[in-house]
C-alpha cells in the first residue's frame, strides 16, 4: 500500500528498544514538524482553499499527536530532549530541483510530505509489531493509522493540483531515491533515520 522501494530491517527495532527516550524524543520532534509543515502549507499557499482546511485539521491532529509522545516522556520521568537533525529529510529535500511554477512547488511539497508520512506509517507498523514493551507497541498501532491517512491525504492532493501522470512519475522517482537514502539509514533510534 506505501509503496516504499525498500522496507526497514526489522533488526531496527532491537536499536529502539535500546534507547526508548531517544525515540520518543524524536518522535515528538516528528510530530511538531508535522504541525509546521502543514502550517507552512496554509501561509504558503492560502488560495488552495480544499487545502487550507485539510491542513488546519492536519495541525490540530498531529499538535495533538506531539502532545501524546510528550506525556509518554513526562510517564517515565523524562524531559523532552533537544531538537536533532533529521538526516533522512534533508537528504530526501535534495531531490527536486529548485524553481518552476508555484503548482510545481506545491506539488513537490505535497509529494515530500506524502513520503515522509508513508516512511513514519512503515516504521509505526514495525514498532507496534515488534515491541516487546506492550503498552508502547499498542501506542504506535494507535498512530500508525494516522500516519497511513496522511500519507494518502497529501499524495491525492499532489495528484488533485499536478497533472496526474507527471505528478504519478514523480512519485515513482521519489520512491527509488528514497529507498537509496534507505541503505544508509536505519542504525539510529530515530523515526526516520
Same mark, same amino acid.
Not at 5 to 25: A, F, H, Q
Not at 78 to 87: H, I, N, P
Not at 129 to 157: G, I, P, Q
Given at each position: 500500500?506505501?509503496?516504499l522501494?525498500?522496507?526497514?530491517?526489522?533488526?531496527?527495532?532491537?536499536?529502539?528498544?535500546?534507547?526508548?527516550?531517544?525515540?520518543?524524543?524524536d518522535?515528538?520532534?516528528?510530530?511538531?514538524?508535522?504541525?509546521?509543515?502543514?502550517?507552512?502549507?496554509?501561509?504558503?499557499?492560502? @488560495?488552495?482553499? %480544499? $487545502?487550507?482546511?485539510?491542513?488546519?485539521? +492536519?495541525?490540530?491532529? =498531529?499538535?495533538? /499527536?506531539f502532545? #501524546?509522545?510528550?506525556?509518554?516522556?513526562?510517564?517515565?520521568?523524562?524531559?523532552?530532549?533537544?531538537?536533532?537533525?533529521?538526516?533522512?529529510?534533508n537528504?530526501l529535500?535534495?531531490?527536486?530541483?529548485?524553481?518552476?511554477?508555484?503548482?510545481?512547488?506545491?506539488?513537490?511539497?505535497?509529494?515530500?510530505?506524502?513520503?515522509?508520512?508513508?516512511?513514519?506509517?512503515?516504521?509505526?507498523?514495525?514498532?507496534?509489531?515488534?515491541? @516487546?514493551?506492550? %503498552? $508502547?507497541?499498542?501506542?504506535?498501532?494507535? +498512530?500508525?493509522?494516522? =500516519?497511513?491517512? /496522511?500519507?494518502? #491525504?497529501?499524495?491525492?492532493?499532489?495528484?488533485k493540483?499536478?497533472?496526474?501522470?507527471?505528478?504519478?512519475?514523480?512519485?515513482?522517482?521519489?520512491?527509488?531515491?528514497?529507498?537509496?537514502?534507505?541503505?544508509?539509514?536505519?542504525?539510529?533510534?530515530?523515526?526516520?533515520?
Open positions: 500500500m506505501l509503496g522501494k525498500l522496507p526497514t530491517d526489522p533488526r531496527w527495532v532491537n536499536i529502539v528498544e535500546k534507547n526508548i527516550e531517544e525515540i520518543l524524543t518522535h515528538a520532534f516528528c510530530e511538531q514538524k508535522a504541525a509546521s509543515t502543514a502550517i507552512s502549507l496554509i501561509v504558503s499557499f492560502p @488560495e488552495y482553499t %480544499e $487545502l487550507v482546511k485539510e491542513m488546519t485539521k +492536519l495541525v490540530k491532529e =498531529e499538535i495533538s /499527536h502532545k #501524546m509522545v510528550h506525556d509518554k516522556i513526562i510517564e517515565r520521568g523524562w524531559v523532552l530532549g533537544r531538537d536533532r537533525k533529521d538526516e533522512y529529510v537528504k529535500l535534495t531531490f527536486f530541483p529548485k524553481g518552476g511554477s508555484r503548482t510545481t512547488h506545491l506539488v513537490h511539497r505535497l509529494l515530500y510530505a506524502a513520503l515522509i508520512e508513508a516512511r513514519s506509517c512503515e516504521r509505526f507498523k514495525l514498532l507496534s509489531e515488534e515491541l @516487546e514493551e506492550k %503498552e $508502547l507497541a499498542d501506542f504506535y498501532r494507535s +498512530l500508525m493509522v494516522s =500516519e497511513a491517512n /496522511h500519507y494518502t #491525504m497529501f499524495l491525492n492532493f499532489a495528484r493540483y499536478g497533472e496526474r501522470e507527471e505528478v504519478d512519475k514523480k512519485w515513482q522517482d521519489l520512491l527509488v531515491f528514497e529507498a537509496e537514502i534507505m541503505k544508509d539509514l536505519g542504525k539510529k533510534e530515530t523515526i526516520h533515520g
